[in-house]
């Protein structure tokens, strides 16, 4: 059976957040090491997206969450940082280099198959991040519009139902075996990408053996799937 | 103050569904004047779309209504047709041609400022036509995203929402004085497009002496916009 849409996380899986975001830490004339900085302002991301999911927390997108997990860092490292600058901080998500291997790939992608985003963040973040890598989408589609966020099954179920097709006929791209296997709960299809610099050079390789595909890029992919 | 981000109505407004319709009532076999077909089934769209809003019918997306009037349509006419050459019919609405001007008005538009659909077609429809006319958007918006149709205020709200604009800083853009005076009412700004041949040679031209714009064709709005 051919997969007749393709679904991509985005941080990650297609932009290169720790680069532009420890540019902007570097920017920000705050001390200390900006990537360091960039990789606990991340780590503190999916504690907050399940206070969510569990309702312990209210629905904020990528910008108010941001916001409040950058107000956490700041304060538990007793720095200062006026509003204007933490709003540049969060601003920075907005602003991502892709991988050099995005726009072509999913250029390659369209021509035989509907190609859309499947992200946490919210759609005014996933337009501004399209522009500015121009980076070309049949649609966003974002965690925002099921006001729940991936892993929760809704969120990758409701894609399926806005592209019209079977849950089993959607395949979701992402660097992240939780993303992937969140989305293999929900029936979809699964292809694993590598983005071995995503957390800087060191961390071991990720794999994900359950994953139907698994590539080293975008390219990559799209010779797979039209085979 | 500046329009930030320019949001498309499509049926009429982008594409051309009366050519398109009639050439499908064409292949179809059916008796009778193929534009006369597609201008009865076309007449039949604000009822049930003001039925789903009213609560009077339940949600339906475009598929499911064009084909709830269709049968209509068929039945009052005393017509025969099966169930694939209904469903044929429906997809035509797929696959419809762009105004000539559609394309490079999009991209020169979306050169200064997000350009998204706000269609009363559902997404599924609108990644099939934006891929059939090769029109570039930052973004797909439906109603159906909204679950209420245009002229319903939420639809035009949730779309300033969903792009983080105010709405007084979102302009629609339609060939329907109903779906601008919605667009107001519900604080968007609006441009008027002219579609003479929308309903064929012969309708007297309509206007909106109430829009902020009001051009000829995109490339118009797109200079307008510019100055």
């Given amino acids: 059976m051919p997969v ?6 985005v941080f990650g899986t297609l932009v290169d957040w720790r680069s532009g975001v420890a540019e902007a830490f570097d920017a920000s004339g705050l001390p200390g090491d900006p990537h360091e900085l960039a ?4 780590a503190r991301y999916p504690r907050v997206l399940a206070e969510v999911n569990d309702g312990s927390r209210p629905w904020g997108n990528f910008d108010e969450l941001h916001l409040a997990t950058l107000d956490d860092l700041l304060s538990e490292r007793s720095l200062e940082l006026p509003p204007e600058a933490r709003g540049r901080l969060v601003g920075a998500w907005h602003r991502l280099q892709p991988w050099p291997d995005v726009r072509s790939g999913l ?39 099921a006001h729940a966020y991936k892993p929760a099954p809704e969120v990758y179920r409701l894609a399926a139902r806005l592209l019209a097709v079977e849950a089993g006929d959607l395949m979701l791209v992402a660097a992240h075996p939780w993303d992937l296997d969140g989305a293999r709960r929900a029936g979809l299809r699964t292809a694993f ?6 957390y800087g050079p060191g ?3 990720r794999a994900d053996p359950q994953a139907d595909e698994s590539v080293s890029d975008l390219l990559a ?5 039209a085979g």
Same sequence: chains 1, 2.
Avoid: K, M, Q, Y
């Fill in 4 to 9: 007749r849409a393709v679904a991509f996380d």
């Fill in 39 to 42: 990789d606990d302002w991340r």
């Fill in 107 to 145: 250029e390659e992608l369209r021509r035989r198959r509907v190609v859309a985003t499947l992200s946490n963040g919210h759609v005014a973040l996933l337009v501004d991040l399209a522009r500015h890598g121009d980076l070309r989408f049949d649609c966003l589609l974002s965690a925002e519009l």
């Fill in 193 to 198: 990408v590598e983005r071995p610099l995503e």
């Fill in 203 to 205: 961390p071991p390789a």
């Fill in 221 to 225: 992919l799209a010779g797979r799937l």
